[in-house]
């Protein structure tokens, strides 16, 4: 909300205020304000983000919700007047949980006022809400999660309810109630503030709405309240009030009755409560706080992480590290430096999504890297954890360029099988079952992949509504692949590093079906099982596998072009397998990314054209992931098990997928 329409707002409800004040006998304390019984626990600053200070910066956010492990957080000053408050075209940002000073991803909403923002997991769905008092204002936008630009539903809050002044929404996929807080003008020209619950017989919340409302003047009866969220333990509702910078903890089903705990942030440092997210941390509540704090000075944006009561433990701090340049066949080596705030902690780094063979001292954090494979970009990230309880991280972002040797200019790969990949992309993942699975019949884990599983680092790139033809019967013949034949040596089926692996019966049939030749041309005697997946390795497996033909004219994206595997990825865009990298634009497609569980889960859906009820939660990490329903559907037509047999209650969503795991994937889904 800008600085004219709080003004406004407050003046509205000022009789209210004076009427409250002279019945209470109470003049309320500035900052702090008493509830009747209900306990008051002054708030703890876990940590504190300058988001004025991200690329490109935030100067007015305005909402925050969790997303997997990441943070969006929105941002109102897009439509400043004043351009020196404000530079680029985005008022959305994606950064990481472990460490929110990253960016990750940034895009455009359809509204330039946004309020706030909440998330449906299950389908994937952004409910932004909107207070722009002209124009199309007051109501909240359904948006794609892939593909903010595109909305998918519109609530006219304004129309329907008569509401003045719309703030932040808070979304329950488990019971399908979106609520949003706000004011209302009642008849008789009454300002009252108000809690929206809507429910709507669309899964996209584009009609069929009911809706019932809930006065909260009695919490604050002259304060604005812009911040909502669920406290994702007790499930009740919690309310922030701008200027008095109090969270009211609320029974959302008898939200007319007296607040069952108050938060005060008000000495923490916070100017306003703009925005609010709650996060679990080990079986405790975290709140994320937007401060929008004031328009075109130094102090512009904030983002803080606050805990009820004292703080346990403070995460460390990452120095950041610059970009990175070796030639292939050399060595890369720098040294991460941290330090952690609470004294006698101690540091363990680790590597997320970093190139196969790469290491880091876990204490002395000392990176090292013989540089292999083809001349490329790439990203990875540098984490480290401290030893409190809960622990907590920070990450960073390496930006690597990987330059080819003068004097000799690296080989064609042969097929998706180049070797190790490039790290970087959205993310990270382990274990994939196997046609003769491990013990327990489950996915398999760890293989090379990277301590801790990997993380993500942009919003989900590909998932989208399947539209890809379905799968042959029969395993497929040799597939077609115009214009990407690999030279070398026909198919074999006794490469030398897979005898007695666990997937080597899964290798053997990809083999044995011609979608797959070896991993070291001309040779391609070895299948490098345990070499991570890129995009475009992976488009060269479904093509082949699943014997797509139409490229739609060619040059789907401008960061193929010339790529080995440009064809197959031109293939795979226009048989509605994937969309792009980089939403809402969507015109680049990270060939050289990795590919994690999840983001698998979601290409095999669609190319395999798998709907209908993801029949249950098998798993027990993927709950609120964004990629839950396609992994329930994977594993419910038999492809997927598990990552951690014999017991396999995990998926390991973020894990990156080896070569080994793609072949018992394909195998599973395709095989006899």
Same mark, same amino acid.
């Given at each position: 909300m800008n600085d004219a329409r709080v003004e406004s707002n407050a003046g509205r409800r000022l009789l209210l205020g004076a009427l409250a004040g002279i019945v209470a006998l109470v003049t309320p304390l500035a900052g702090v304000e008493e509830a009747g019984a209900a306990t008051t626990v002054a708030a703890q600053v876990v940590r504190v983000v300058e988001t004025g200070d991200w690329d490109p910066p935030s100067g007015d956010p305005s909402g925050v919700v969790r997303v997997g492990e990441r943070l969006v957080v929105v941002d109102s000053e897009v439509d400043e007047r004043d351009d020196a408050c404000y530079e680029g075209d985005v008022n959305l940002w994606e950064v990481s949980l472990a460490d929110p000073t990253n960016v990750e991803n940034t895009a455009r909403l359809p509204t330039d006022e946004p309020s706030g923002v909440s998330y449906d997991p299950v389908n994937r769905l952004l409910f932004v809400s909107d207070d722009e008092n002209v124009g199309e204002g007051n109501k909240i936008w359904v948006v794609d999660y892939d593909d903010p630009s595109k909305v998918r539903g519109e609530i006219e809050l304004g129309e329907l309810e008569g509401a003045v002044d719309v703030e932040d929404p808070a979304y329950d996929p488990d019971t399908r109630e979106l609520f949003s807080v706000g004011l209302?003008?009642?008849?008789? %020209?009454?300002?009252?503030?108000?809690i929206f619950r809507i429910t709507s017989t669309s899964e996209t919340f584009s009609g069929g709405y009911?809706?019932?409302?809930?006065?909260?003047?009695?919490?604050?009866?002259?304060?604005?309240?812009? %911040?909502?969220a669920i406290d994702p333990n007790t499930k009740n509702l919690l309310v922030g009030t701008q200027q008095g910078r109090q969270i009211y903890e609320v029974d959302r089903h008898d939200i007319g009755a007296e607040p069952l705990r108050v938060i005060d942030a008000s000495r923490t440092g916070l100017q306003y409560v703009s925005g609010l997210a709650a996060v679990d941390v080990g079986g405790t509540t975290h709140y994320w706080v937007t401060d929008r704090r004031s328009d075109c000075s130094a102090l512009d944006g904030l983002l803080m992480e606050l805990s009820a009561g004292p703080v346990s433990n403070r995460p460390p701090t990452l120095a950041a590290i610059p970009d990175k340049t070796v030639v292939s066949g050399q060595t890369l080596s720098f040294t991460a430096v941290a330090s952690d705030p609470d004294p006698g902690q101690s540091l363990t780094f680790s590597l997320v999504g970093a190139p196969a063979g790469a290491t880091i001292g876990p204490t002395s954090g000392v990176f090292s890297w013989v540089a292999s494979g083809s001349p490329r970009e790439l990203e990875f990230k540098v984490r480290v954890t401290d030893s409190g309880s809960p622990q907590l991280s920070a990450e960073r972002t390496v930006h690597l360029t990987v330059e080819p040797q003068p004097e000799?200019?690296?080989?064609?790969?042969?097929?998706?099988?180049?070797?190790?990949g490039e790290p970087g992309g959205p993310d990270t993942p382990p274990g994939e079952g196997d046609g003769s699975s491990p013990p327990g019949g489950g996915d398999g884990g760890g293989g090379s992949n990277p301590p801790g599983g990997g993380g993500g680092s942009t919003p989900p790139s590909d998932p989208g509504k399947p539209g890809a033809p379905k799968p042959p019967t029969k395993p497929p013949a040799k597939p077609q692949d115009p214009g990407q034949e690999p030279t070398g040596p026909t198919v074999r089926s006794d490469f030398s590093d897979t005898n007695g692996h666990v997937f080597e019966a899964d290798i053997e049939w990809l083999a044995a079906e011609g979608i797959t030749r070896g991993c070291n041309p001309p040779i391609n005697d070895r299948f490098c099982p345990d070499d991570h997946v890129t995009r475009g390795q992976m488009a060269a497996f479904l093509v082949r596998a699943l014997e797509y033909t139409d490229n739609g004219g060619g040059n789907e994206f401008v960061d193929d072009n010339g790529t080995v595997f440009e064809g197959d990825i031109d293939r795979l865009a226009t048989a509605g397998v994937t969309r792009g990298c980089n939403p809402p634009r969507n015109d680049r497609f990270c060939p050289n990314d990795y590919v994690t569980r999840g983001q698998m889960a979601a290409f095999l859906v669609r190319a395999l054209d798998l709907t209908g009820s993801d029949a249950g939660d098998r798993f027990g990490d993927d709950d609120g992931h964004v990629f839950e329903s396609d992994i329930e559907l994977l594993a419910a037509a038999g492809v997927t098990r598990g990552c951690n047999p014999p017991k396999n209650d995990r998926f390991c969503p973020d894990d990156y997928v080896t070569r080994g795991q793609m072949a018992a994937f394909l195998h599973r889904a395709l095989g006899e």
């Open positions: 209302v003008r009642r008849p008789g %020209g009454d300002i009252e503030a108000v009911t809706i019932h409302t809930s006065s909260i003047d009695h919490l604050h009866p002259t304060d604005d309240f812009e %911040g909502l000799e200019p690296p080989e064609a790969p042969d097929d998706p099988g180049e070797p190790p």
